[in-house]
């Protein structure tokens, strides 16, 4: 019997380890290589590329991190252990592939990577980029159906028991003819939306090939409205917010004189050979840091740059040459919009696409890196000192009115003593005698 028991224990310490070297804990607290388990009402997320110096980002008012797919394995770990350091979730994008045949090898070999990744990165999310497999250019109702299925299946497959899945979307719900039945299948297995901000220029909203905002105000609006039309609470809505711009070559633009003197250029840039969709590929991202090192007066100063108001975006026009290119990206003012959109409408928050788009050491950001702004989002169990900015001006100007009164009664206290010491106190009622001949005659009364 002791025989028995020794050798059961013996097997299990082999199981431990041999499941400790398998599931090394690369951060300097092993604590931290375990589900983080944060809920937060409010979230401010951001994506990153592992380009930029992490120490600059203000972790403290970050709920989560997600890791794009360029990012290296060793570079999301430490992103990882740094996250959950700080108290935020960690999640990685996984592209998901267009392939509707559930027993396609390459399908299956996707999604059990995946699922390794998730173990190996101790994940806390798993973020399921859909863009490519919903599309959007002219799909029909069947296209509904083949990807229902895809989706059921990865589902039923991916049954980890730690990481919960975020969608990656477009901006407005995936219908096809009128058929949304799969923003509602979604909504059951997806913890939240992440709305892609590449999403908006897309060939069923822009005919014309015109440049125009990475973001504009107009789509996000009939975007957010579409969502919760179809059912998806706000809490479900996190969205994505580009720290980038893009630089357009315009092959052909036109000219029109505005009021206040400022000429407001239309920019065209190329469609596909053979096709009515735009070429969207030769325009050339940037992030707001190359925007601002590259044109300092035209962002910094209002009268230098345009501001489009309906997009709610700015934008710059310059020529290289003879070649006229127009560059569009969002700005202080058109930040300050996004923001207050989303907390006006009381969404999940919003995602930075992405942090390596500015690093606080590298350039003058302190305007996007404004963290009190963010801040009215993070109302989670490590916000500790988020700023009301509504309650705060209440609260002063109670106390000025407060203090007002106080003042008022403590001056009208001084004067009426002074005036009592010059006339000095008289008796009640002293002067009643003088008015003897008072006779009250009418007998109505």
């Known amino acids: 019997m002791r025989f028995i028991l020794f050798v059961l224990i013996i097997l299990c310490c082999i199981k431990t380890a041999i499941n400790r070297k398998i599931r090394v ?91 390794k990744k998730e173990k190996e990165l101790y994940a806390d999310y798993v973020a399921l980029d859909l863009l490519k497999l919903l599309g959007q250019c002219k799909a029909d109702s069947s296209h509904v159906q083949e990807v229902l299925a895809l989706l059921k299946f990865m589902v039923e497959k991916f049954t980890s028991p730690s990481a919960e899945l975020v969608c990656i979307v477009p901006y407005k719900p995936p219908c096809y003819d009128g058929d949304c039945s799969l923003t509602q299948y979604m909504a059951e297995h997806c913890v939240a939306f992440i709305t892609s901000p590449e999403s908006f220029i897309t060939c069923d909203t822009n005919p014309k090939c015109i440049a125009k905002a990475t973001m504009p105000m107009t789509s996000l609006v009939f975007g957010v409205e579409e969502f919760i039309d179809h059912g998806i609470t706000p809490d479900k809505l996190l969205i994505g917010i580009p720290w980038h711009g893009y630089d357009y070559t315009c092959v052909n633009y036109t000219t029109d004189v505005k009021t206040g003197g400022k000429n407001q ?50 934008y710059i026009n310059v020529k290289n040459g003879e070649q006229q290119h127009q560059i569009w990206y969002e700005g202080h003012d058109s930040l300050l919009d996004k923001y207050m959109y989303v907390r006006s409408m009381n969404l999940r928050g919003m995602v930075i696409w992405t942090a390596d788009d500015l690093s606080t050491k590298s350039t003058d950001d302190a305007a996007e890196w404004n963290w009190i702004l963010h801040n009215l989002f993070s109302t989670g169990d490590i916000e500790h000192h988020s700023l009301d900015m509504a309650g705060t001006i209440a609260g002063i100007s109670v106390g000025c009115f407060v203090l007002g009164t106080l003042l008022g009664f403590a001056f009208g206290c001084a004067v009426m003593r002074r005036r009592m010491q010059r006339k000095g106190l008289r008796l009640p009622f002293h002067r009643d005698e003088e008015e003897t001949d008072f006779h009250d005659d009418d007998n109505t009364l």
């Open 25 to 115: 804990c690369s951060c300097s607290d092993d604590s931290l290589c375990s589900k983080n388990g944060r809920k937060f009402s409010r979230e401010v997320v951001v994506v990153a590329e592992g380009k930029s110096d992490q120490s600059a980002w203000h972790w403290h008012d970050i709920t989560m991190v997600i890791t794009t797919e360029e990012v290296g394995k060793e570079e999301a770990k430490k992103l990882m252990c740094t996250a959950h350091q700080n108290h935020a979730n960690f999640a990685f994008i996984r592209e998901v592939p267009t392939i509707t045949n559930t027993s396609d090898p390459v399908l299956l070999d996707w999604l059990e990577e995946t699922v």
């Open 265 to 314: 250029m239309t920019c065209y840039f190329d469609e596909r050979n053979n096709t009515e969709s735009c070429n969207t590929s030769l325009r050339e991202k940037m992030s707001l840091a190359e925007i601002k090192n590259s044109y300092p007066d035209q962002y910094k100063n209002a009268k230098s740059h345009h501001y489009h108001p309906i997009y709610r975006s700015d």
